[in-house]
């Protein structure tokens, strides 16, 4: 499978945006799928993860404001994140986890930049 990540740009605090990271290469519905991000300095950090519909995790300071969701069908991830803040700064990444194989994968970041 590979992942293409986008959605990321510069957005005011309090904002919104989405960000989609299509499959290709495989059906999107094999894997666990997940975002993570890394903020300047800062080490890799969970943002969210889907197993399924009804089964998914978030980061602590994203609960409330973030969510993730897929439409296997477009073979596509999605997170929609709301009242963007400056610590929201980083690169995002999606990874696909399949668990049965025992491999993950990870696309390229897009960059989300959040301005005070």
């Known amino acids: 499978v590979q992942l293409q990540a986008s959605g990321g740009g510069l957005v005011q605090t309090g904002g919104s945006l989405r960000l989609s990271c299509v499959a290709s290469?495989?059906?999107?519905?094999?894997?666990?799928m997940g975002w993570y991000r890394r903020a300047p300095g800062k080490t890799l950090e969970l943002v969210a993860t889907i197993a399924d519909a009804s089964s998914t995790t978030y980061g602590d300071s994203m609960k409330g404001r973030f969510t993730i969701s897929r439409d296997n069908a477009k073979n596509t991830v999605y997170l929609q994140m709301n009242s963007l803040q400056p610590e929201d700064t980083a690169v995002y990444y999606c990874k696909a986890v399949r668990i049965s194989r025992g491999f993950e994968v990870w696309g390229q970041g897009t960059l989300v930049t959040v301005s005070s």
């Open positions: 290469g495989s059906l999107l519905s094999l894997y666990t």
